[in-house]
C-alpha cells in the first residue's frame, strides 16, 4: 500500500510537470507573443506595446493553445538592383535598402505568416513605389545628393567658358526622392501590419548606353577647352611672332645703318691715307699709281681675258715695259 502511494505521487508528479511545462512560456526582449487556440488569436499579444514591457514567464492553457513569437526588433530589407528609367530617358540601375518593424502582430500573422512572405510583399512595393519616382524625375535629381550642394567646377572649365559644364538646377536632390518613397510606401505595408522606418538609397549605377553619353559629353567639354586653349595659344603665337619680326627687322636696320658709318668712315680714312701718300713726294705718288695699276689688272685680266688696247692706252703702257711716268729724262 505504501508503495503504491510513493507511485502515485511521482505520477502526479510528474504530469504536473508536463502540464506546467505545456502551459508556462517566456517572452524575451526581442520578440511578442500572441497566442492560438485551433489557429486563431486568442487574447491580445504579449510585449507588442513599446510602452511597456511584458518580458519574463507567462502561462497559457496546455495543449490546445500555441504560441507564436514575431520579432520585435527592427529587421532589414535589402532588395535586387533594378534597371529603370528616369523622367529624361536615361536607363539606371537602382539598388536600395530599407529598416521595417512588425507593429501589429495579429495583422502580420494573418496577412503574412513569415518574415519571407513579408520581404516578398517589401520587394513588390518598395520596387514599385521607387520606379514611379525616379520616373518623376530627370537624372541629375537622382545623382545629386542635396540641391542645396554646389557641385565643384573644374578651373579649366571656368577658364576656357563660363557656360561649359554648367549644371541644371537641381529641384530635389536624392534626399528629397528618399522621402517620396517612403511616404508613398507606408500606407501599403501599413495592413499588414508592418511600419517602413526608412528607405535609403544604396547603389545607383549608370547604364552602359549612359556611361557612353556621360563620356562623350567629358570627351567634348576637353575638346572644347583644348579648342579655346590652341586658339588662344595661336593668337599669343602670332603676337610673338609679329614683335619678333618688328625686332629683326628694327634690329637689321640699325646694324645696316651702323655698318654704312663703319665703312663711310673707313673709306674717308682710307682716301686720306691714299691722298696724303700720293701727295707726300713724286716717288710715292708714282709708285702708289704703279701699284693701283697692278692691282686693277689683276682683278680685270686673267688666262683666258681677251682684251684690245689702242697704243696710246694707259693702261697698256706698263704691259709695253716702257712707263712715261717713271722714264728717266
Known sequence: MKRFSILAILAGFFLAL????????????????????????????INADPAKSETGLHFKM??????????????????????????????????NFARWRIVNPLAYYEKLRDERSAQSRLNDIIGSETRAVIASHDLIEVIRSDKDRKPVRDEALTAADSNL???????????????????????????????????????????????????ARMASERQQIADRFR???????????????????????????????????????????YAAAYNSSPSAADFYQFVKTLETYQKSLSNDTTVIFTTNSDLFRLLKGVDPAVEKP
Open 18 to 45: 508536463i502540464v506546467f511545462s505545456s502551459s508556462a512560456f517566456t517572452v524575451s526582449e526581442t520578440e511578442q507573443v500572441f497566442i492560438t487556440e485551433f489557429g486563431k488569436p486568442v487574447g491580445t499579444p
Open 62 to 95: 496546455p495543449f490546445i493553445q500555441q504560441i507564436n513569437r514575431i520579432e520585435k526588433r527592427v529587421m532589414e530589407w535589402d532588395g535586387p538592383a533594378t534597371e529603370m528609367p528616369t523622367r529624361d530617358k536615361l536607363y539606371i540601375t537602382v539598388d
Open 165 to 215: 559644364g554648367l549644371l541644371p538646377p537641381i529641384r530635389d536632390g536624392r534626399s528629397v526622392l528618399d522621402q517620396q518613397i517612403l511616404k508613398a510606401a507606408q500606407p501599403k505595408v501599413k495592413d499588414w501590419g508592418i511600419e517602413l522606418i526608412d528607405i535609403r538609397f544604396k547603389r545607383i549605377n549608370y547604364n552602359r548606353d549612359v556611361v557612353e553619353k556621360i563620356y
Open 231 to 273: 586658339s588662344e595659344g595661336a593668337g599669343e603665337a602670332a603676337k610673338i611672332i609679329g614683335r619678333k619680326e618688328r625686332e629683326l627687322l628694327s634690329i637689321e636696320s640699325e646694324a645696316y645703318r651702323k655698318e654704312q658709318e663703319i665703312k663711310g668712315k673707313a673709306d674717308a680714312e682710307a682716301t686720306g691715307i
